[in-house]
T-cell receptor
């Protein structure tokens, strides 16, 4: 399977703590994206990192990409109860169609107040 | 969420019914997508339209029939569905060839009885 695999499947933390989610994939990519989904709603794009980038920041989000290990991590700092959601990584594979995102099963993050 | 809208938000139908899901994007994009999201499974790409032409059909059963009359509207026509087709159906759009980020609608929760 080419899809990304998030780890852990579920994560529960206290407000103010940092949350780290990981994503692994199997083939070469053009870019990797992280999306967030609140329960039963649509996905919201968070951040895109290209294969020639190693780290990107956006507000309280930090994404790293290690193409040698075929893995990425999403760090949410100073978490809030409103960060409770499912987080998905999605990859665009090298040589594939640039519109074709392949999603993992997601990490369910619960931030307790 | 106002960038991509979907109607209806909830739908209950019998196996012999015919219904349609509607998606509209207000972002000026030229590509639109249908995804299926079932419990415990990754998002499954069903159909892709780019410049109003279907460019992807991921072995979707013929009881699902997409239609893209223009770059802003996308329909999914449903007939003689099965209970296992119950899922969240998500529409997304993007600017093909320019940006790989996809923008999602809130989804239609479908229950087939």
């Amino acid at each position: 399977s080419q899809q990304g695999e998030e780890d852990p499947q579920a994560l529960s933390i206290q407000e103010g703590e940092n949350a780290t989610m990981n994503c692994s994939y199997k083939t070469s990519i053009n870019n990797l994206q992280w999306y967030r989904q609140n329960s039963g709603r649509g996905l919201v794009h968070l951040i895109l990192i290209r294969s020639n980038e190693r780290e990107k920041h956006s507000g309280r989000l930090r994404v790293t990409l290690d193409t040698s290990k075929k893995s990425s991590s999403l760090l949410i700092t100073a978490s809030r109860a409103a960060d409770t959601a499912s987080y998905f990584c999605a990859t665009v594979f090298s040589g594939g169609s640039n519109y074709k995102l392949t999603f993992g099963k997601g990490t369910l993050l619960t931030v307790n107040p | 969420e106002t960038g991509v809208t979907q109607t209806p938000r909830h739908l209950v139908m019998g196996m012999t019914n015919k219904k349609s899901l509607k998606c509209e994007q207000h972002l000026g994009h030229n590509a639109m997508y249908w995804y299926k999201q079932s419990a415990k499974k990754p998002l499954e790409l069903m159909f892709v339209y780019s410049l109003e032409e279907r460019v992807e059909n991921n072995s979707v059963p013929s009881r699902f029939s997409p239609e893209c009359p223009n770059s802003s509207h996308l329909f999914l026509h449903l007939h003689t569905l099965q209970p296992e087709d119950s899922a969240l159906y998500l529409c997304a759009s993007s600017q093909a060839g320019v940006e790989e980020t996809q923008y999602f609608g809130p989804g239609t929760r479908l229950l087939v009885l």
